[in-house]
């Protein structure tokens, strides 16, 4: 089980982006995530006609290391380390600070 997953609100602790916010877009093996807004490179785009695409530079979300994010915990407004916890036969994800349970 991951503790951090697709469409987590998380907070980027280190990198040039340290401080900024995101949803987590997709999660990309075991060790890499692609969020919302961060990481941004700019990307040479050849046009393709066939597919309506049309040529120039753009920007895209590139991957970061899931060491480089912490979970945003709402309660506190704060990044937060992710625990788990056994509740009736499954493992549920837990704030480290609060222990309240994660939404899924």
């Known amino acids: 089980m991951r503790k951090i997953r697709k469409g987590d609100d998380v907070v980027v602790i280190a ?3 340290k401080g900024k916010r995101g ?5 990309i093996k075991t060790d890499r995530l ?9 990307k040479h785009q050849k046009p393709n006609p066939a597919t309506g695409v049309t040529g120039g530079i753009t920007n895209k979300e590139s991957s970061i290391h899931v060491s480089n994010v912490a979970i945003y915990n ?14 009736a036969n499954n493992r549920v994800r837990i704030f480290k600070s609060t222990n309240e349970q994660i939404e899924e």
């Open 23 to 27: 949803v987590v877009l997709r999660a």
């Open 15 to 17: 990198g040039k982006d």
């Open 34 to 42: 692609i969020i919302q807004g961060i990481n941004l490179v700019k």
């Open 74 to 87: 709402f309660t506190s407004k704060k990044a937060d380390r992710v625990g788990f916890k056994l509740s």
